[in-house]
């Protein structure tokens, strides 16, 4: 049996033919490891899961990005949030949020993201009914833009 390992950088790829599966090494040093989080553990606990004022929770950082956590489930945001560092993805796991922003409030639910552009005013809101609501913020530096699908407006 022959394994095709792909690999891709800046925009190039190269596929790798082998005779052997690329997990089957002798072992690994070095320091470098798989990091596993279980978002819906009770003890990822975001002080925003039940505190209007609260704060998502920083799970992940590297250069220009950051990821959080975010659990906000009984509590609207008392205030408006406007980063100027970051482009923010929101990922919604679990639940649903609505998010009021000053181009507009929409409503999103498990399994639809929502891209807050860099100094967009916002706030989000649970949406009545309770129940818990599991997204994940990716805080992102460089400008994010849209891809897929190809001509596709925004919100679509």
């Not at 408006?80 to 482009?87: F, I, K, L, M, T």
Request: overall charge negative; charged content about 25%; glycine content about 10%.
């Amino acid at each position: 049996m022959e394994y095709i390992e792909k690999i891709t950088w800046e925009g190039r790829a190269l596929s790798l033919k082998r005779k052997v599966k690329p997990t089957e090494v002798s072992g690994a040093e070095g320091g470098v490891a798989l990091e596993h989080l279980r978002i819906t553990d009770p003890a990822v606990r975001p002080t925003n899961q039940d505190v209007p004022e609260g704060t998502p929770l920083r799970v992940f950082q590297a250069d220009g990005v950051g990821i959080d956590v975010s659990k906000r489930s009984t509590a609207e945001m008392t205030f408006w949030h406007r980063n100027a560092d970051y482009d923010e993805l929101i990922f919604c796991h679990q639940g649903g949020m609505i998010w009021e922003t000053e181009l507009g409030t929409l409503e999103i639910k498990a399994g639809e993201m929502l891209l807050i552009p860099r100094g967009v005013a916002h706030r989000a809101i649970p949406p009545q009914g309770g129940g818990e609501n599991i997204l994940v913020e990716l805080k992102i530096r460089p400008t994010v833009r849209k891809v897929w699908p190809a001509g596709a407006k925004d919100g679509a």
